[in-house]
């Protein structure tokens, strides 16, 4: 199957608007870790509520989804522009944001090393992602299937180490990391360094 293939099928499975609810308290722990005004990227942003939500609690915020029907959405019913772009490989210049937002969507990931990096890219060092994957494994939700590829489990603190964040353990629990982008001095294996680095020159020539 290839990646035309694998997007053919998502898209026959989850055409439409992927509707979400408002999540006041995700809000309130942005607000407790990001000063107000600064500009915030919601990675996978399906009908564009949080982004609304971000906005009206006073951030610059921005989304991006796969889904048109969403794009169409969030402009018509919550006034929002999203863009549509691919996690894996997003078209904004490095160290944009100062915070990321990525909600039951990593782990949808065709490569979730690839999508990890990418939002180090995006941030600034000392900007924050704020992550919730399915949780516990071995649940329903959990499982890897082809809805969950990426989902990878235990092994996601792992992940998110190798590739240059820090948890923020009183904040984090129960599918939900919250993490803190180190500087590339800081990414703990030189080969990781040097492939972020990589990472960074292949996208629009940073």
Same mark, same amino acid.
């Given at each position: 199957?290839? =990646? $035309? $293939?694998?997007?053919?099928?998502?898209? $026959?499975?989850?055409?439409?608007?992927?509707?979400?609810?408002?999540?006041?308290?995700?809000? #309130?722990?942005?607000?407790?870790?990001?000063? %107000?005004?600064?500009? =915030?990227? &919601?990675?996978?942003?399906?009908?564009? @509520?949080?982004?609304?939500?971000?906005?009206? /609690?006073?951030?610059?915020? *921005?989304?991006?989804?796969?889904? =048109?029907?969403?794009?169409?959405?969030?402009?018509?019913?919550?006034?929002?522009?999203?863009? +549509?772009?691919?996690? !894996?490989?997003?078209?904004?210049?490095? *160290?944009?944001?100062?915070?990321?937002?990525? =909600?039951?969507?990593? #782990?949808? /990931?065709?490569?979730?090393?690839?999508?990890?990096? #990418?939002?180090?890219?995006?941030?600034?060092?000392?900007? +924050? /992602?704020? +992550?919730?994957?399915?949780?516990?494994?071995?649940?329903?939700?959990? &499982?890897?299937?082809?809805? !969950?590829?990426?989902?990878?489990? @235990? !092994?996601?603190?792992?992940?998110?180490?190798?590739?240059?964040?820090?948890?923020?353990?009183? !904040?984090?629990?129960?599918?939900?990391?919250?993490?803190?982008?180190?500087? %590339?001095?800081?990414?703990?294996?030189?080969?990781?360094?040097?492939?972020? @680095? #990589?990472?960074?020159?292949?996208?629009?020539?940073?």
């Amino acid at each position: 199957m290839t =990646i $035309d $293939d694998l997007f053919g099928v998502w898209r $026959d499975r989850h055409g439409g608007v992927h509707r979400t609810n408002p999540k006041p308290a995700l809000v #309130e722990l942005v607000t407790e870790l990001v000063p %107000l005004g600064r500009r =915030i990227l &919601d990675i996978g942003a399906a009908d564009g @509520q949080l982004v609304h939500d971000l906005e009206l /609690a006073g951030y610059n915020a *921005e989304g991006v989804t796969m889904g =048109i029907e969403n794009v169409r959405y969030a402009e018509e019913e919550l006034g929002v522009e999203l863009v +549509i772009q691919d996690m !894996h490989f997003m078209d904004f210049e490095a *160290e944009r944001f100062d915070a990321v937002t990525n =909600i039951h969507t990593l #782990e949808h /990931a065709v490569s979730p090393w690839l999508a990890v990096a #990418e939002m180090w890219r995006v941030l600034k060092p000392g900007g +924050i /992602a704020v +992550i919730e994957v399915p949780w516990p494994p071995g649940s329903p939700h959990g &499982d890897v299937d082809y809805q !969950h590829k990426g989902y990878m489990g @235990q !092994h996601w603190p792992a992940l998110f180490r190798t590739l240059g964040f820090r948890e923020q353990e009183q !904040h984090s629990g129960k599918g939900r990391f919250v993490l803190k982008r180190l500087p %590339l001095d800081g990414v703990p294996h030189t080969e990781t360094r040097n492939r972020l @680095q #990589e990472v960074r020159r292949l996208r629009r020539g940073d």
